[in-house]
Nanobody, 125 residues
């Protein structure tokens, strides 16, 4: 069993930055592919970014490419999402996810086995 706890959300003005963190419990964190998703009110949960078990490869949604960076520190059991040049349309609850079945890039919600409780990100115009 893996527990994920996100932190770092908040209110920021357009053009600002935030860094989300996701701390994972369990000794097998380094074996898991990890991802970030977000869900805005009235919309489906959508893929934001993913990273392989080793951190050697990453993938991003087109809407955040060039602005967001996913990274991980396996020694600290933590995955990060650095968000720069934030826009009002980035406003959502952001979720961290872990896949026990896959070690490489995964982008579908159904490919993930564990989810955090979410952290709110609000970008004002």
């Amino acid at each position: 069993q893996v527990q994920l706890v996100e932190s770092g959300g908040g209110l920021v003005q357009a053009g600002g930055s935030l860094r989300l963190s996701c701390a994972a419990s369990g000794r097998t964190f380094s074996n898991y592919a990890m991802g970030w998703f977000r869900q805005a009110p009235g919309k489906e949960r959508e893929f934001v970014a993913a990273i392989t078990w080793s951190g050697g490869s990453t993938s991003y949604a087109d809407s955040v490419k060039g602005r967001f960076t996913i990274s991980r520190d396996n020694a600290k059991n933590t995955v990060y999402l650095q968000m720069n040049s934030l826009k009002p349309e980035d406003t959502a609850v952001y979720y961290c996810a872990a896949s026990a079945r896959f070690r490489y890039i995964v982008v579908r919600t159904t490919q993930y086995d564990y989810w955090g409780q979410g952290t709110q990100v609000t970008v004002s115009s």
